[in-house]
């Protein structure tokens, strides 16, 4: 029996190898991007990589910068394999040995996360960091988030007892997606106490360098309806 730290954690047993132009590159430089191969991450943040006319495949160490193919076990060489799996990496193709493979909360999407990471995973484009300048792209407000990703829409109440994902505002966006809290920019520099609301993730914008945008206000939207606040 396989132990699980031992099997693949992502890629499907039908992944198809793949090869990357040569870039000038020679010698294992070269073959590590011209050969098909395929890369699958194993449960215990090593690698197994598979090459056509090698037997079994192999296995990568990127940490310990080891591999258990005989190029690099009776050479020490940094062999094609290591450089295959330290370029898929970069490229964004296999999680880092620290991370893993997971699903987009929002769109379903892939995207990496922390070996230990419990929480809704969110993709680059869904994903807010706290203190990031934000808009809300149905009102162009500008926005500070101030909390992580929580609940789905459909699950976190405001104040007043109604789910996030029952605002009209929101008819737009999954009422499974994972909320963020946020303060209006404007808000923070009034002497007044500061108002915390709850958006569903897509719909809220990063903001680009250099971005404006109209004063944010925290008012009651002009239907009589305000944004959601959390609980």
Do not use: I, W
């Amino acid at each position: 029996m396989t132990h699980p730290e031992h099997t693949p954690a992502s890629l499907p047993a039908t992944a198809s190898k793949r090869t990357f132009p040569p870039a000038g590159r020679s010698g294992r430089a070269r073959r590590a991007r011209v050969e098909p191969m395929v890369v699958r991450p194993l449960r215990d943040g090593r690698y197994a990589v598979e090459t056509d006319g090698e037997d079994g495949g192999y296995v990568v160490d990127l940490d310990g910068v080891s591999c258990t193919c005989p190029d690099h076990r009776r050479r020490g060489a940094r062999c094609k394999h290591l450089r295959r799996v330290a370029l898929e990496v970069t490229e964004r193709l296999v999680p880092p040995p620290e991370e893993r493979t997971a699903v987009c909360a929002v769109c379903g999407g892939r995207t990496f996360v922390p070996l230990a990471f419990r929480g809704p995973a969110l993709c680059a484009h869904h994903d807010h960091d706290l203190g990031a300048l934000v808009a809300d792209r149905e009102t162009g407000d500008r926005l500070v988030v101030v909390g992580a990703a929580g609940d789905r829409a459909d699950r976190a109440e405001t104040d007043d007892g109604r789910l996030v994902a029952d605002y009209p505002s929101n008819a737009a966006y999954g009422a499974h997606e994972p909320v963020f809290r946020v303060v209006y920019l404007d808000s923070l520099r009034r002497d007044a106490p500061v108002r915390q609301y709850a958006f569903p993730a897509s719909r809220l914008r990063p903001l680009r360098s250099g971005e404006g945008g109209g004063d944010a206000d925290p008012s009651p939207a002009a239907d009589g309806t305000a944004p959601p606040t959390t609980a």
